[in-house]
C-alpha cells in the first residue's frame, strides 16, 4: 500500500523539484515518504493508496471547519457554475470584506490578494510608501512568507531546513531589514532610541507559530505599538495563520479585544482561514495608510486571479459558519489534546513542553519554555521526527515539522480525540527509545 506513495514520489521527483509545491511538505525534516493524499472529508485525510490518517494538519489552518465542509463545497461548486474568474470586481469581495470588518473593526478597508506572502509583502511596500522609510524590523523565527525583504531568519519551511534565509536573495533586499529576537522588548527599544526615525514599520506574528508556537510575553505586542507610533512607523500584525483561526477576530480579538482594545496595528495581513482553503489573502487596516494603494494612491499592487469568485465564495462560507460555537470547540478539543499529549510524553519520560496560543499548540522537545527563536532550535528534533512517524503509523498525521503548529478543527469531536488520545503512549514511548 505505502508503495503507491513512494511510486508517486519517484515520479515527482522527475518533475517537481523534490517532489513538492512547498519545502515542508517533503518530510525532510522527519524523514521517510510524504503521503499523497487523493481527499479529505471532516478531520480525515486519505492517501493515493487508500489508507485514511487522523489530521492534525488542516492545510496548515483554512480547514477551520473541518475539510470539505458541505456549505463551503456547495458555495465553491455553485459559483464554478457561473464562472471561474472575471478580471472584474465581485459583489463577492465586498461582502467578504464587511465580513472582515464586522469581526475586526480596525481593518477599515481590505485588499484581496491571492497568498499570505502577498499579503505581508504588500503591507510591507505600503509602509515604506506610507512612512517614506526603508528600514523595516522582523522578528527572527518569524515567518511572513517568501518575499525577499522578509525572508531573513524566517522561521517555518526555513527553520525546518536550516537555511539562513535563502540563497538569490541579494544583500540589498534584506539591507534594510532589522532581525531582533522575539519577546526582547530591550532589544526594540534599543534599535528605536537609535534609528527609530528610519522605520517604516514593525511586522511581527500576532502570536508565532512558525518557529513552534511562541506566544507573545505578556506586554510585548503592546510595547511594539507603542514605541512604532511614538517613532511614527507603523506596526504590521501578521494574522495569516492566527487571523479568524484562533477566534473570530484573531489573535489582535484575544489579546486587546474587540470593543475597547488596548491597542491596534495600522495594518493586519490575512491568509489560511479567510480563504476557507482556496488560494486568498487579504491586507487590511487603516483607511488612511489603505487609500495609499493604486488606484488611489502611488503604492502599486495588482493581481489578475486577486479576489477569486471561487476563493470568496470560500472565505465567506467558512466566515459565516465559523461562529462562537466553533471556536469554543476547537479550543476545549486543543486543550483536551495538549493535556493529553503532556501525559504521554511525561509517563514515557520524555523532556518536553507544550506551547499554546489560543486553540494553537506544539510541542518542544526540551527542557524549558521557549520564548524566542534560539531556545525553539534548541530542541530534539530527532525524537520529534520518531514521535511524528509513530504517530503516521498509527493512522494520525501531525505537521512534519517540530516548529510547526497542531491545527484542529470543528469536525475533531470526541472520537476524532480518542483515537488520536490513543496513539499517544506509543509515539511518546518511541520518542524515549531513540529507535521506532
Ligand atoms: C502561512 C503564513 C504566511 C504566508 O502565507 P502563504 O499563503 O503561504 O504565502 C505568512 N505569514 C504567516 C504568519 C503564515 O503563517
Redesign the pocket.
Known sequence: MVALNEDLMARARQVIPGGVS?PVRAFGAVGGTPVFIQSASGATVRDVAGREYLDLVCS??PALLGHAHPAVVEAVQQQAARGLSFGAPTEAEVVLADLIRGRVPAAEKVRFVS??????MTAVRLARGATGRDVIVKFAG?????SDALLAAAG?GVATQGLPGSAGVTAAATADTIVLEYNDVDALRAVFAEQGSRVAAVIT?AA???MGVVPPQDGFNAAIRQVTRDAGALMIL?????GFRVGPAGWWGLEAGVDAPAWTPDLF?F??VVGGGM?L?ALAGRADVMDLLAPLGPVYQAGTLSGNPLATAAGIATLSLADEHVYRHVDKASLTLQAAVDDALVAAGVPHVVQRAGSLFSVFFRDGAVRDYRDAKDQDTIAFGRFFHAMLDQGVALPPSAFEAWFLSAAHDDAVLERIIAALPQAARAAAAGSR
Open positions: 512547498s496548515w489552518g497568498t499570505g506572502t502577498e499579503a505581508t518569524c515567518y511572513h512568507g517568501h517555518s506574528e508565532p507559530a512558525n501578521d494574522e495569516v495563520l492566527t495581513a491568509g489560511k488560494p489573502a
